[in-house]
C-alpha cells in the first residue's frame, strides 16, 4: 500500500529551527502536498501547501518563518521551519490530495505525523 512517512520532529528551543521531510512510497505520481498539524483538542489546521507546479500556499502564522518545498523525481516535501515559538507545538501531518499507485488512485492521504515541540 502507499505510505506518506514523516521524520525530522522533535525538541527545540524558541527561535531554533527544524526541518520536516515527507516521502511518498510506492507510488507513481502525487498531486498537492501539504504541511497541517494538530494541537491537542483543537481542530487539524493547514500549515502549507505545495502544488505540482510549484504554488504555494501558508497559514498566515507562518508566513516568512516556514518555506515548503517539493522534489517531484524523489516524490518528497520538506517543510523548514525557523524562528519557531512555543505556539508552533503540535503534531505535524503530512497529507496529499492524490496519489497513483499500482493499487490504483488514492485520496485524502495522511501520514502518521511527527510531534514538534517548541521550549520557552
Known amino acids: 500500500q502507499v505510505q506518506l512517512v514523516e521524520s525530522g520532529g522533535g525538541l527545540v528551543q524558541a527561535g531554533g529551527s527544524l526541518r520536516l521531510s515527507c516521502a511518498a512510497l510506492r507510488i507513481f505520481t502525487i498531486g498537492t502536498m501539504a504541511w497541517y498539524r494538530q494541537e491537542p483538542g483543537k481542530q487539524r489546521e493547514l500549515v502549507a501547501e505545495?502544488?505540482?507546479?510549484?504554488?504555494?500556499n501558508y497559514a498566515d502564522s507562518v508566513k516568512g518563518r516556514f518555506t515548503i518545498s517539493r522534489d517531484n523525481a524523489k516524490k518528497t516535501i520538506n517543510l523548514q521551519m525557523n524562528s519557531l515559538k512555543p505556539e508552533d507545538t503540535a503534531v505535524y501531518y503530512c497529507?496529499?490530495?492524490?496519489?497513483?499507485?499500482?493499487?490504483?488512485?488514492?485520496?485524502?492521504?495522511w501520514g502518521q505525523g511527527t510531534q514538534v515541540t517548541v521550549s520557552s
Open positions: 505545495i502544488h505540482t507546479d510549484g504554488y504555494t
Open positions: 497529507h496529499a490530495d492524490r496519489i497513483t499507485s499500482t493499487w490504483g488512485p488514492f485520496y485524502d492521504t
